[in-house]
């Protein structure tokens, strides 16, 4: 009687199992139906060339940078059927050489519980994401949030563990717990966590796993020192040349001169770390990784001994353009990180160059000089670095201009898309006096010198680019057009 009833409870937990699943199979299937159907609609002025970008509807943070069987994976927060927030989904590309990039079907899709930041990894033959679980009560703070997997045997379709949640809750409490990154050292896998004090500072957890179900809580890796904000999103730990990096977001930083200008920052800390003792000890302190307007949540993977980053292109609780196109939020490019004299160096990747037309526009630009450009072009330029070098980029039709500058007598460099809208850095050019700009149809990257000191910042014109040289010297133009490599 007994073996028969339990044979009967295996059967309907099988049964519910199954229908879920084909519940779950059906929703995607329809929410593919309705992302075919609205792209032919979306208004195509401002959309990237060669950066992901939604095939419709919002864009933030990037996900689950990872590489599986042969080719690069990521996915990013993404609500469908607005171009504002909504609940969370998790959109997904794919990429065998980080430029090229291939729309597959959306991965996640919400059930009780929004599907926000996490990270991806492989597990044998299996690709493994974990991400928050972001769930709504109706008891304050109204809201809660805990750790899910889900699991593909392809890379393109995931199912949910049905043991969900593996981390149900911080070690206080705080019902702000989220962005999983996981990694594996030895025999373990471990995962960091942004979370928060009971008296509003930010701090880093860190757990430990044998089969990234059960967590094993080890320390908190970091904690705020300082006036550092009151929390710390999408926390990001590896090793660069010799050095471990602990990458953040915080928020909550206040304005200091010409830093943390942006709603939010993106930065890292340098220290050493002991996988015996758990303990990470910091050494040099918080740096902004990016200094430009429009930049947050960067992730970094590594293949091949190289750590590669992208992140969200755009920024919290300002102004998205695009949106009353159908679509808002992009990518930045692939880039590769080293560490120099305590400085993550970021360089566009070189697979950047396989996409240039195959005929260079070279140019020398006397004193309001102009130059019309395409909506996709590389730039690189050549200059006197002892004497001040000023360019505009605006629209041939009008729309959004920005100004980039270099003065030595300061010693700053500078990206402004107005006079109150400013971001500037000091910049030490030392033997590697050059600038590569990557302009495509609604943003601007800039690499100063080996990649020192870089802005990323959205910008909007209208038709293709215009370049204006505004210094008194003369400057050298090597630009190149780009071929599309983001299809949608």
Same mark, same amino acid.
């Given at each position: 009687?007994?073996?028969?009833?339990?044979?009967?409870?295996?059967?309907?937990?099988?049964?519910?199992?199954?229908?879920?699943?084909?519940?779950?199979?059906?929703?995607?299937?329809?929410?593919?139906?309705?992302?075919?159907?609205?792209?032919?609609?979306?208004?195509?002025?401002?959309?990237?060339?060669?950066?992901?970008?939604?095939?419709?509807?919002?864009?933030?943070?990037?996900?689950?940078?990872?590489?599986?069987?042969?080719?690069?994976?990521?996915?990013?927060?993404?609500?469908?059927?607005?171009?504002?927030?909504?609940?969370?989904?998790?959109?997904?590309?794919?990429?065998?050489?980080?430029?090229?990039?291939?729309?597959?079907?959306?991965?996640?899709?919400?059930?009780?519980?929004?599907?926000?930041? @996490? =990270?991806?990894?492989? !597990?044998?033959?299996?690709? *493994? +994401?974990? &991400?928050?679980?972001?769930? /709504?009560? $109706?008891? #304050?703070?109204?809201?809660?949030?805990?750790?899910?997997?889900?699991?593909?045997?392809?890379?393109?379709?995931?199912?949910?563990?049905?043991?969900?949640?593996?981390?149900?809750?911080?070690?206080?409490?705080?019902?702000?717990?989220?962005?999983?990154?996981?990694?594996?050292?030895?025999?373990?896998?471990?995962?960091?966590? @942004? =979370?928060?004090?009971? !008296?509003?500072?930010?701090? *880093? +957890?860190? &757990?430990?796993?044998?089969? /990234?179900? $059960?967590? #094993?809580?080890?320390?908190?890796?970091?904690?705020?020192?300082?006036?550092?904000?009151?929390?710390?999103?999408?926390?990001?730990?590896?090793?660069?040349?010799?050095?471990?990096?602990?990458?953040?977001?915080?928020?909550?930083?206040?304005?200091?001169?010409?830093?943390?200008?942006?709603?939010?920052?993106?930065?890292?800390?340098?220290?050493?770390?002991?996988?015996?003792?758990?303990?990470?000890?910091?050494?040099?302190?918080?740096?902004?990784? $990016?200094?430009?307007?429009?930049?947050?949540?960067?992730?970094?993977?590594?293949?091949?001994?190289?750590?590669?980053?992208?992140?969200?292109?755009?920024?919290?609780?300002?102004?998205?353009?695009?949106?009353?196109?159908?679509?808002?939020?992009?990518?930045?490019?692939?880039?590769?990180?080293?560490?120099?004299?305590?400085?993550?160096?970021?360089?566009?990747?070189?697979?950047?160059?396989?996409?240039?037309?195959?005929?260079?526009?070279?140019?020398?630009?006397?004193?309001?000089?102009?130059?019309?450009?395409?909506?996709?072009?590389?730039?690189?330029?050549?200059?006197?670095?002892?004497?001040?070098?000023?360019?505009?980029?605006?629209?041939?039709?009008?729309?959004?201009?920005?100004?980039?500058?270099?003065?030595?007598?300061?010693?700053?460099?500078?990206?402004?898309?107005?006079?109150?809208?400013?971001?500037?850095?000091?910049?030490?050019?030392?033997?590697?006096?050059?600038?590569?700009?990557?302009?495509?149809?609604?943003?601007?990257?800039?690499?100063?010198?080996?990649?020192?000191?870089?802005?990323?910042?959205?910008?909007?014109?209208?038709?293709?680019?215009?370049?204006?040289?505004?210094?008194?010297?003369?400057?050298?133009?090597?630009?190149?057009?780009?071929?599309?490599?983001?299809?949608?």
């Amino acid at each position: 009687m007994t073996l028969a009833r339990n044979l009967i409870l295996i059967c309907l937990a099988a049964s519910a199992v199954a229908k879920s699943l084909r519940q779950d199979d059906e929703a995607k299937a329809e929410l593919e139906r309705y992302i075919e159907n609205k792209v032919p609609e979306i208004n195509q002025r401002w959309r990237p060339h060669y950066h992901v970008a939604p095939p419709v509807g919002w864009m933030n943070d990037p996900n689950g940078f990872s590489y599986y069987n042969g080719e690069y994976h990521l996915f990013y927060q993404f609500y469908p059927y607005d171009s504002v927030w909504g609940p969370m989904h998790w959109g997904h590309v794919s990429s065998p050489d980080l430029v090229h990039w291939q729309q597959l079907p959306t991965a996640l899709l919400p059930d009780e519980e929004q599907c926000f930041s @996490g =990270s991806a990894v492989q !597990d044998g033959d299996t690709m *493994v +994401l974990m &991400y928050t679980a972001h769930i /709504l009560s $109706d008891r #304050e703070p109204f809201y809660n949030e805990t750790q899910y997997l889900a699991y593909s045997d392809d890379g393109v379709d995931f199912y949910k563990y049905s043991g969900n949640p593996v981390l149900p809750s911080a070690p206080n409490g705080s019902p702000d717990f989220r962005d999983p990154k996981v990694w594996r050292h030895g025999d373990h896998w471990y995962v960091i966590l @942004g =979370s928060k004090t009971t !008296d509003l500072r930010g701090r *880093v +957890l860190l &757990y430990r796993s044998t089969d /990234l179900k $059960d967590w #094993e809580f080890l320390t908190v890796l970091a904690e705020l020192q300082g006036d550092m904000g009151y929390m710390w999103e999408c926390p990001d730990f590896f090793e660069l040349d010799g050095k471990f990096i602990l990458l953040m977001s915080p928020q909550g930083l206040a304005p200091q001169g010409d830093r943390y200008k942006n709603t939010y920052q993106n930065g890292y800390i340098i220290g050493s770390f002991n996988y015996e003792t758990f303990e990470f000890v910091q050494e040099v302190p918080f740096q902004e990784i $990016d200094f430009g307007h429009d930049f947050y949540a960067a992730q970094t993977t590594e293949v091949n001994g190289k750590r590669y980053l992208i992140s969200w292109f755009s920024m919290w609780e300002v102004p998205h353009p695009e949106d009353v196109d159908g679509w808002a939020g992009m990518m930045t490019i692939a880039r590769e990180l080293k560490l120099v004299n305590n400085k993550i160096i970021m360089k566009p990747v070189e697979e950047m160059t396989n996409i240039r037309q195959d005929v260079p526009i070279l140019n020398v630009l006397e004193y309001n000089e102009e130059l019309d450009l395409e909506q996709a072009v590389e730039i690189n330029i050549e200059a006197n670095f002892d004497e001040i070098l000023e360019i505009k980029l605006e629209g041939k039709n009008g729309g959004g201009h920005v100004v980039l500058s270099w003065d030595p007598l300061v010693g700053k460099v500078a990206v402004s898309r107005g006079t109150e809208d400013v971001r500037q850095v000091e910049w030490n050019p030392s033997n590697e006096t050059s600038w590569k700009i990557f302009l495509d149809s609604s943003s601007i990257e800039l690499f100063c010198g080996i990649g020192d000191v870089v802005f990323s910042s959205r910008v909007y014109p209208l038709g293709g680019w215009r370049l204006t040289n505004l210094s008194s010297q003369d400057i050298e133009i090597e630009a190149y057009n780009l071929k599309k490599s983001f299809p949608v």
